[in-house]
């Protein structure tokens, strides 16, 4: 059974970039794993759904959505303030 989202990404270790793929059934947990590789990075090279590329405008909404996640987090973290002060304050979180 092909998963609903697929992530090929590259991981560098040297000079070499490894190619890496990530499966989840969650559109949750696939934003959260974006938001982790840009975090670190890593080079997104495909987002697929149920083995089809994204269109761009649906991959680059889901990547602002990891984006988002991911300014939400350092936000929370510099700042000492949970998740609900800092959707109130900024608007980040969801």
Do not use: W
Request: proline share 5%; charged share 20%.
């Amino acid at each position: 059974m092909t998963p609903k989202y697929m992530i090929e990404y590259t991981v560098p270790v040297g000079k070499y970039a490894v190619p890496n793929r990530y499966q989840t059934d969650g559109p949750v947990s696939c934003t959260e794993f974006l938001s982790n590789l840009l975090e670190h990075g890593f080079h997104i090279k495909a987002i697929l759904h149920e083995g089809m590329p994204l269109e761009r405008k649906q991959a680059d909404q889901i990547i602002k959505q990891a984006a988002s996640m991911l300014a939400a987090r350092h936000v929370c973290a510099s700042l000492g303030i949970d998740a609900a002060e800092e959707h109130h304050r900024f608007g980040f979180a969801a």
